[in-house]
């Protein structure tokens, strides 16, 4: 074989190693998902400061995800996906989004998903994976979220959608966020 065909499969090969390791990255679903491309996180967040003195509302939800759960047969631990969706029932007020924090089984404080309060607009929804791969919020994993706005009318609905298969089965399930109530001192 010459040196000059030698040459250029060798570096046909690389590039196409390339291609194929960048093939293996994986993406971000929240941002491959969004009609933007973009982190639906990042959208949201709030550019400017908003006067919160005069708000009225402010409410804290705890959300159960389930990042596994287990099967009848022999104990098998199947990992599900999530996706968190909080949404505006109003139709003229922003709601703010101050924290996402998601805590595993234990109640271990494991990460969180805001590093900006963020503004969800009236009738507006943020929705937002947890892949299955992220199992490190085990069977009792879960959201606290902290919301506010200007009075009541703002209450959202929070829900958690979670879908998963176990051989040729498929299933999904639904929970929804809890008002969290604080003891009084």
């Known amino acids: 074989m010459n040196k000059r065909l030698f040459s250029a499969l060798l570096i046909a090969s690389i590039s196409f190693s390339s291609l194929l390791s960048g093939?293996?990255?994986?993406?971000?679903?929240?941002?491959?998902?969004?009609?933007?491309?973009?982190?639906?996180?990042?959208?949201?967040?709030?550019?400017?400061?908003?006067?919160?003195?005069?708000?009225?509302?402010?409410?804290?939800?705890?959300?159960?995800?389930?990042?596994?759960?287990?099967?009848?047969?022999?104990?098998?631990?199947?990992?599900l996906s999530a996706t968190l969706s909080v949404r505006n029932t109003t139709l003229e007020k922003s709601l703010y989004i101050n924290k996402?924090?998601?805590?595993?089984?234990?109640?271990?404080?494991?990460?969180?998903?805001?590093?900006k309060p963020i503004e969800l607009p009236a009738m507006g929804t943020l929705n937002y994976i947890v892949e299955k791969e992220e199992d490190k919020g085990g069977s009792g994993a879960n959201f606290i979220i902290e919301v506010e706005g200007v009075d009541e009318t703002v209450t959202p609905v929070i829900e958690a959608v979670m879908i998963g298969n176990f051989?040729?089965?498929?299933?999904?399930?639904?929970?929804?966020?809890?008002?969290?109530?604080?003891?009084?001192?």
């Open 23 to 79: 093939c293996e990255q994986t993406q971000n679903p929240n941002v491959m998902l969004s009609e933007d491309q973009k982190d639906p996180i990042k959208e949201l967040e709030m550019t400017s400061e908003v006067d919160r003195s005069q708000f009225k509302y402010k409410q804290t939800f705890y959300v159960p995800i389930y990042s596994d759960i287990y099967t009848d047969r022999d104990n098998r631990k199947v990992l």
């Open 100 to 115: 996402i924090d998601y805590y595993d089984t234990k109640g271990a404080f494991v990460k969180s998903y805001l590093s």
């Open 167 to 185: 051989s040729n089965k498929a299933f999904s399930f639904l929970t929804q966020g809890t008002p969290v109530k604080h003891g009084t001192k």
